[in-house]
């Protein structure tokens, strides 16, 4: 964590979202000037979090640990961050109706009026081997 606060300090973010924290029980603690809410299990897998700078910290009016993989922070000014740690395409069809179910219990504490940053580990599998590498060797080719 002291390295994760260190690069946040160095390129200057206010808000990271964390994934895959792997820590038990939901707890908001300062870590020196950063102060960082999380959502864990039961056990040491998964778990999401988000890490405020001190201004950020300031403005965190409530959130509400959904869990291991969804959590929500609400700001001043009408700003709620949703942080996620999604499964993956392998997982169980049970598994993944309950992570959308969570996501509609985060999409809950949402008002009409508010300004909504989803972030997060999503996860996404795209393409195969070839044809990702294609798609890239292309890009470079269009500069």
């Known amino acids: 964590m002291?390295?994760?606060i260190q690069e946040m300090d160095r390129i200057k973010l206010n808000i990271l979202g964390l994934a895959e924290i792997r820590r038990k029980g939901?707890?908001?603690l300062k870590l020196g000037s950063k102060t960082l809410i999380y959502s864990g299990g039961?056990?040491?897998e998964r778990g999401v979090g988000i890490l405020?700078?001190?201004?950020?910290?300031?403005s965190l009016e409530s959130w509400c640990p959904i869990s291991d993989r969804v959590v929500v922070a609400k700001q001043l000014?009408?700003?709620r961050i949703i942080q996620v740690y999604a499964l993956t395409s392998d997982s169980e069809d049970v598994e993944v109706?309950?992570?959308y179910e969570e996501i509609e219990k985060a999409k809950g504490y949402l008002k009409y009026q508010d300004i909504v940053i989803i972030m997060g580990d999503f996860n996404a599998k795209v393409g195969m081997k070839g044809?990702?590498?294609r798609w890239v060797q292309c890009h470079r080719d269009c500069k």
């Open 2 to 4: 002291e390295n994760v």
């Open 26 to 28: 939901t707890v908001s």
């Open 42 to 44: 039961h056990t040491h």
């Open 52 to 58: 405020f700078g001190v201004t950020t910290a300031k």
């Open 77 to 79: 000014f009408n700003l």
């Open 97 to 99: 109706e309950k992570f």
């Open 131 to 133: 044809e990702r590498y």
